[in-house]
């Protein structure tokens, strides 16, 4: 059983790359745009994880210490593959929470056009 090695550059690279995703994530929560863009692009970078595990597992002597690439994609799936999907709910939350508001508010200004064609 190998344990990570944390002083591995590549490691601390992943996490560092996981962190300004995260906020990226929370830092653009009003700005749908780039987050449709950073939507599409996690899923991809999940999608392309199974390659990206075969590359690595054929090359792991270049940047890493130890092998953590099996050949089932156990090791990228939880260091890669979660946190970007992670993030990917995160985004599907701020979209449903930001959908709720707008329709909270558009209701209100629906009533408070009612009130005012009645009161006429």
């Known amino acids: 059983y190998l344990q990570l090695d944390w002083q591995d550059p590549w490691i601390i690279g992943l996490v560092s790359f ?5 906020l990226t994530t929370f830092s653009t ?37 130890h092998e953590y690439f099996d050949e089932k994609g156990m090791f990228i799936s939880i260091v890669f593959s979660i946190p970007l999907l992670l993030n990917c709910m995160i985004l599907v939350a701020l979209w449903l929470y930001q959908s709720s508001q707008l329709m909270i508010h558009l209701k ?13």
């Open 18 to 22: 996981h962190v300004f995703i995260t």
């Open 29 to 65: 929560r009003n700005n749908s745009n780039i987050q449709i863009v950073l939507f599409v692009v996690l899923l991809l970078l999940v999608y392309f994880s199974e390659n990206l595990n075969e590359f690595a597992h054929n090359n792991w002597r270049s940047f890493a210490r």
């Open 108 to 120: 209100k200004a629906q009533l408070k056009q009612m009130k005012k064609a009645k009161d006429k």
